[in-house]
């Protein structure tokens, strides 16, 4: 009874895990889900069904694993927990770059209905742009963890993702090593662009 009542107080708010790609963002999330059975808490992980690089798992390139459940929008987050009858005192989203706007008044919902909410995912696209997915949710969230990459040029710590050996101008193309890598701000492509000057 005490660890529960100790993990209680974390309890109606949003956590927010974000970096570049490499940071070990997954990594972190799956790592505090591992704590929780000390608590006696209970969980629930969602990934986004655009992600298809591991099918009902957010796993980590540690090799780090957790079974998920896939959804195709925030909204079935709601319905999903209205659906089952055991209880829940943690809601996980891994990859939350790849939801749809909605995501940060659901993450705020179920804060207010006294859930803990860890959220991870991109914050920045390969532009240094926001993901709209994120943007509230950072501007929301009780805690922000920002983890950082190794520049895959120089070394140093990276805070951007660079996207490479594709023509692509989407936001969203679904990848790994092949296509991004992770880049200070001095060597990122974009750093020197316009849409960082003033």
Partial sequence: MTK???FNA??????VICGPMFSGKTEELLRRLNQLKYYDAHYLLFTPKIDTRSPKYARSRNGRKLSSITISNSMEIIKYIKKIKKKVD???????????NNLSL???RLANENYLVIV????????????PAMKELLITAEKVF?????????????SFTERTN???????????????????????SLSKSRIFQK
């Fill in 4 to 6: 529960i009542n100790s």
């Fill in 10 to 15: 974390k309890k109606g708010q949003i956590e």
């Fill in 90 to 100: 943690v809601i996980a989203i891994d990859e939350a770059q790849f939801f749809d």
């Fill in 106 to 108: 659901i993450c705020n």
């Fill in 120 to 131: 991870s995912g991109l914050d920045m696209d390969f532009n240094g742009k926001p993901f």
């Fill in 146 to 158: 920002k983890l950082k990459a190794i520049c895959s040029v120089c070394g140093a710590k990276a």
């Fill in 166 to 188: 594709i023509n692509s101008k989407k936001q969203i193309v679904i990848g790994d090593k092949k296509i991004y890598s992770a880049r200070c701000r001095h060597c990122h």
